[in-house]
């Protein structure tokens, strides 16, 4: 996997595989970054002056300026039995994110998918949230491949009714959510907890805590931007 890596021939070659064409070229004490594919602004060039190395690191796959949160949803629903609860995992859209890196400060210059983006309206066109959509299977074990534009992520599901409740859909906090990488550069992203109040209505809330042990936190550029978004009220229904 790239994640975690400088930005060397062997990660510019990954990309070229999907697509995406990155160089750098070194001219006057400055370096030109310059990208062709991806998604968004598919070619784009800027210009660096630092010495520091460029790292991949993953980032979130949405554009915060058009939404903080990942609707996923589930491929196989859940039917969950009353004062029940379980862990399941999913995977998450992950996008590709280039920093510059010196002297212990770092700084997001760009970040890019592999195909546009999707989005859906959770709740009513008066009162729902936009939020990043994404399709995805359901795991009872974590799953043991991932690719560089997915990372993983475990939901804690706990149903407080006295009713079966059938879960289709997850609204996740994403935007300032935390995002990891194992030792061999796989991503992962915050764990979450959904808390079921009844029938088609919930509350999912971020854990502040990887979904596994021994990972490693990635920088997060977006964090500034919000205040901690810790949960979402699923008032239209799950």
Known sequence: MIYGRELSNDVVD??????INIGIEERGGFRIYHR???FPEGLIEKIVKSSGSLIVYPVHSTQYEVSSFLLFRLKSPLVVAPRSSFAIYVKAPISVGIYVDEDNARR??????SSQFKY???????SGVIC??????????APSRQNIWEATTKISIENSSDEFVEVRNVVYPLLNADVYIDDTGNAYIEAAH????????GTVLLKNEAPFTGLKRCP??????LGKIGKFDMEFGL
């Not at 997060?220 to 931007?225: A, E, W």
């Open 14 to 19: 990954k990309l070229r595989e999907h697509g």
């Open 36 to 38: 062709e594919g991806g």
């Open 108 to 113: 997001l210059i760009d970040f890019f998918g």
């Open 120 to 126: 859906a309206l959770y709740g009513s066109s008066a």
């Open 132 to 141: 990043r959509f994404y399709r995805t299977d359901v795991y009872l074990d």
């Open 194 to 201: 959904l808390s079921i109040k009844r029938d088609g209505v």
């Open 220 to 225: 997060q550029p977006f964090m500034g931007l």
